[in-house]
């Protein structure tokens, strides 16, 4: 099993910027892949954002957040971050954190967190 926590979201003026934490736990975890997701209001899927391994360098950012939001880890606290900078209105949504062997597995049957809320005012 494994454990994830989100925390670090809240209400942010449009342009500013947020660091989303999310602190997993449990058996294997290096095992799995890390990434971040959010699901809008009147969302009924989430979409995906970013994604990072524990065990390389390599990163995924989606296309509509890249070069604005970036993905980190800290392997000596098992935690993994989503940097959000240049924040629009647009990008209010509830974040999530989610482990898997992959992305799509992730979304289907992943490990998830409770979820953090991000409000951008205009």
């Known amino acids: 099993q494994v454990q994830l926590e989100e925390s670090g979201g809240g209400l942010v003026q449009a342009g500013g910027s947020l660091r989303l934490s999310c602190a997993a736990s449990g058996r294997g975890l290096s095992r799995y892949l890390m990434g971040w997701f959010r699901q809008g209001p009147g969302k009924e899927e989430r979409e995906f954002l970013a994604?990072?391994?524990?065990?390389?360098?390599?990163?995924s950012h989606a296309e509509s957040v890249k070069g604005r939001f970036t993905i980190s880890r800290d392997n000596a606290k098992s935690t993994v971050y989503l940097q959000m900078n240049a924040l629009k209105p647009e990008d209010t949504a509830r974040y999530y954190c989610a482990a898997g062997s992959t992305v799509l597995t992730m979304k289907r049957t992943g490990y998830w967190g409770q979820g953090t809320q991000v409000t951008v005012s205009s």
């Open positions: 994604a990072t391994s524990w065990s390389d360098d390599r990163t």
